[in-house]
């Protein structure tokens, strides 16, 4: 009799390991997380270099945690990935589940405590000279990066951290630093779509922006003079800047209604909103096009 205890013990225990491993298994899933950026020129500026050291994520349960398989630091220079590019971070695995919230921690000089030799965050202009690119209270707090998304159990997501470096970089006041304030939005790689098109009758010596807001949300009080610190068009979603083919290109976009708003610029100063198109819907996983003739914008 004993023999026979003996005999099933062996067959069944293994059993339950296997089971309890694979049930611990089969709590997890895969965070795919990549960087993307969504600019617009501005003071000559040709590269915006950000150095991230750490990676955290949020729970209801635990707080902050960190990303113990991210590959830090990594440098990322923003305006190569514009209009839909993006550079992947890494895979990360995670407990299945929703989350709201990443943070990012950058190498990057503090506001007023003096010049850094080699930061991990600074501009670069077009004349191949450099500035440091500070942070306004210390990097030792990080940057939150905001969105919804959801790990599946035994499965993988992509989600893509959109850099607003236009929202992002602003010049201090009287001292003329660089300030870095990023503005991040999480975006469901497979729910995003976007809106492209192509635009006409440019006025000479007029570059064109193009902004998109989410439906019924653009003010017209929002193209004003903005106070020191700030910028126009701060409640923005995306932006892009039209190239000199005509082509403007808004990339991961949430699915809704949208309207955008065409501005004319100089030499990356502001000077009107020339219109605004209203009710553009965008839809998972599609390109909605939609070209602009200048001279057809005072009609709308």
């Not at 005999?7 to 293994?14: D, E, K, N, Q, Y």
């Not at 001292?175 to 635009?199: F, H, M």
């Not at 976009?253 to 198109?277: C, D, H, K, Q, S």
Request: aromatic share 10%.
């Amino acid at each position: 009799m004993k023999r026979i205890f003996l005999i099933i013990s062996a067959v069944i225990l293994p059993f339950f390991i296997f089971t309890a491993c694979d049930k611990d298994k089969g709590n997890t899933g895969t965070l795919n997380l990549s960087i993307t950026d969504a600019p617009v020129d501005s003071d000559g500026i040709t590269g915006v270099f950000i150095t991230v050291s750490e990676i955290h994520y949020h729970t209801n349960e635990n707080g902050w945690k960190v990303f113990e398989d991210y590959e830090g630091p990594k440098s990322f220079n923003l305006l190569d990935l514009q209009r839909g590019e993006s550079e992947l971070l890494g895979s990360f695995e995670m407990e299945a589940g929703t989350y709201t919230q990443i943070r990012f921690m950058l190498d990057a000089p503090v506001f007023n405590a003096g010049q850094h030799s080699n930061p991990g965050c600074y501009l670069e202009f077009g004349d191949g000279s450099t500035t440091n690119l500070f942070v306004p209270s210390g990097a030792q707090t990080g940057y939150k990066a905001v969105g919804a998304f959801t790990v599946p159990i035994n499965g993988s997501v992509d989600v893509t951290a959109d850099f607003d470096v236009r929202k992002s970089v602003v010049k201090a006041g009287a001292s003329g630093k660089y300030l870095l304030k990023p503005t991040i939005r999480l975006v469901v790689d497979n729910q995003s779509g976007q809106i492209a098109g192509e635009v006409t009758n440019i006025p000479e010596q007029r570059n064109i922006v193009v902004y998109a807001y989410a439906g019924d949300t653009y003010d017209d009080s929002e193209a004003d003079e903005p106070a020191e610190e700030e910028i126009r068009f701060a409640n923005a979603i995306s932006s892009d800047m039209v190239d000199e083919n005509g082509a403007y290109h808004l990339a991961y976009l949430a699915p809704g209604t949208y309207e955008l708003v065409v501005v004319a610029t100089e030499e990356g100063e502001f000077i009107e909103v020339l219109g605004v198109i209203k009710n553009i819907v965008v839809e998972s996983r599609e390109t909605t096009i939609v070209d602009i003739d200048i001279e057809d914008l005072q009609d709308l």
